[in-house]
């Protein structure tokens, strides 16, 4: 039975506490639980104060067990978008090789902390999707290269040198154990999460493995073996005449660009660090489509040290004008984190909050939204970010401090913040006036659009992985999802 008493008028909650029990703070209206072990609030933390200025709060023990992942979400009372969310199992525990700077770790973190904060509780429907089919990933990818990816080891490699040189599978794309597989867990992800999406049974799909935006129709590039977001892209072209493409991260979405950039089916709108000598090379201003794609194609090139206000002024603007003009019927939003403050990779200011608020103001056009991750090298910025950022999803307000996990000690430095200081460590380079030129070149581009493509104006793409596929997939997704509800 559980153990309760209640204290009031207090700043704070040093209480003593039954040990193994889980603690209720009720304040405002507002109830948080705080877990407790071995008679202390947290091991090694300080314990936390009432949220509030109310200058009392009431403290109760509501559970003689301690749980790790004890619920921190705050209700909000307004409706919420059906979201769906989706995370391969053992997609956190593949490895590019020691020194490489791309943790797929950062998945494993960011799933720990949505768990610990209790979000799986406020989202609707949880997948561990199953993995892209061969036949899946060649709608887009080249039967060569993706032949190639299931049949290369680390053990093998040598003897297939030529062909690892063909498809750029050389320093950035290393060779790994399981690489295969770890390109079809992220890329089966993003696919279930654009079915979904098609059949209108989500608002909201997540997909945190999906993003990898370099990849090219027949090679690797930059980290990313296999191009999930033009997967995605080609399935939601199925139902929807109209996709919008939108990319934050801090590198170039040239991926996604490049398989897009002839169509006026798909607006691809990039922000992103450009030089002409930072990875990947492309991305200017002028660039903007060709053929029946002019003009479907927006580039928004920055410099380093861009700090929230201005980016959240260019990303807004920009946004809004291209929702405006293009008439989106679904969007795609690639979340990069490299583009935050002190990123391994990265020479951005942004802070978590400023990279969520991008988030929730595309969240706010009610469009059906694939949000996928991407960039960041950070892994601990990135779990932080990625957790924010489907708490804004879900429309729950969560704490700035971490709920207990067995990650504790990764996040010891930052004394276990949400939003630990990141922005003004590098020397902002932009300008107002820079800004503003980039807006009315955006500005004057969309003009050229002479109103929205429908459907009935160009070819839907070539129905490439079957319709009867896709009515199987769809069984297989309700029985998948009365099997969640029982």
Known sequence: MALEWTTAATTDCHHQQPRNSSFSVTCGGIQLEESVRNGSILPGRPSRLCPTDHGACECTYISSKFSASTPLTVQQPHSRPIVSYY?????GEQ?????????????????????????????????????ATQAELEVYHDHDYIEFLSRVTP?????????????????????????????RMYAGASLAAARKL????????????????????????????????????????????????????????????????HTNRVMTVSFHKYTGDFFPGTGKLDDNG?????????????????DDNMY??????????????????????????????????GAFNLSIAAHGECVNFVRKFGVPLLVVGGGGYTIKNVSRCWTYETSVLVGA??????????????????????????????ENQNTVASLQ?????????????????????QEIPPDLAGWLEDESRTREEKIEEKKLTK
Request: hydrophobic letters at 40%.
């Open 87 to 91: 995370f391969p199992k053992g997609v």
């Open 95 to 131: 490895h590019y090789g020691e020194r490489h700077p791309m943790k797929p770790h950062r998945l494993t973190l960011t799933n720990t902390l949505v768990t610990g904060y209790g979000l799986d509780k406020q989202i609707h429907n949880i997948y561990n999707p199953r993995s």
């Open 155 to 183: 053990q093998n490699q040598a003897d297939m040198k030529h062909l690892i040189d063909t498809f750029n599978c050389v320093e950035d794309c290393p060779i790994f154990a399981d690489m295969y597989d770890f390109c």
């Open 198 to 261: 098609c059949a209108g049974t989500t608002d909201i799909a997540i997909n945190w493995s999906g993003g990898l935006h370099h990849a090219k129709k027949g090679e690797a590039s930059g980290f990313c073996y296999v191009n999930d977001i033009v997967l995605a892209i080609l399935e939601l072209l199925r139902y929807h005449p109209r996709v919008l493409y939108i990319d934050i991260d801090i590198h170039h979405g040239d991926g996604v660009e490049f398989a897009f950039y």
């Open 290 to 306: 060709a053929g029946l794609g002019k003009h479907f194609c927006l580039n928004v090139p920055l410099q380093d040290g861009i």
């Open 312 to 345: 959240l002024t260019i990303f807004k603007t920009v946004i809004e004008d291209t929702v405006t003009a293009f008439r989106p019927t679904a969007i795609v939003l690639q979340c990069g984190a490299d583009s935050l403050g002190c990123d391994r990779l």
């Open 397 to 426: 307000a969560i704490p700035d401090e971490l709920p207990v996990t067995i990650y504790d000690s990764f996040f010891r430095e930052s004394q276990w913040k949400l939003h630990p200081p990141l922005t003004g460590k590098v």
């Open 437 to 457: 030129r980039i807006t009315t070149g955006i500005r004057n581009k969309l003009r050229y659009l002479q109103g929205a493509p429908s459907v009935a104006l």
